[in-house]
């Protein structure tokens, strides 16, 4: 099951997508965030993601900064397809 979330993920939203994030995995879904929407990580948005990763759910859908910044954080992520960059 695919969550977007949208704008920015910060300290704010972290706790929520992680409880919503568990709450799948429990009813049994593969969680995958689709960060197509996102345009800002804050720190505790790169140490929820991290935690996140670790625990099994994807990233997907990053736009190439996005991709690189979790690249030097150490989150696997995949970049967003061609036609989604050009949004």
Known sequence: MALIPQGRITAECA???????????????????DLSEVVVIGRSGF?????LSEA????????????????????PATRASGNAERR
Do not use: D, H, K, N
């Open 15 to 33: 706790e929520p997508l992680v409880l919503e994030c568990e709450q799948l995995s429990r009813w049994g879904f593969r969680v995958v965030l």
């Open 47 to 51: 140490t929820v993601l991290r935690r």
């Open 56 to 75: 099994g759910v994807g990233i997907s859908g990053c736009s190439p900064l996005i991709a690189a910044m979790l690249e030097r954080e150490g989150i």
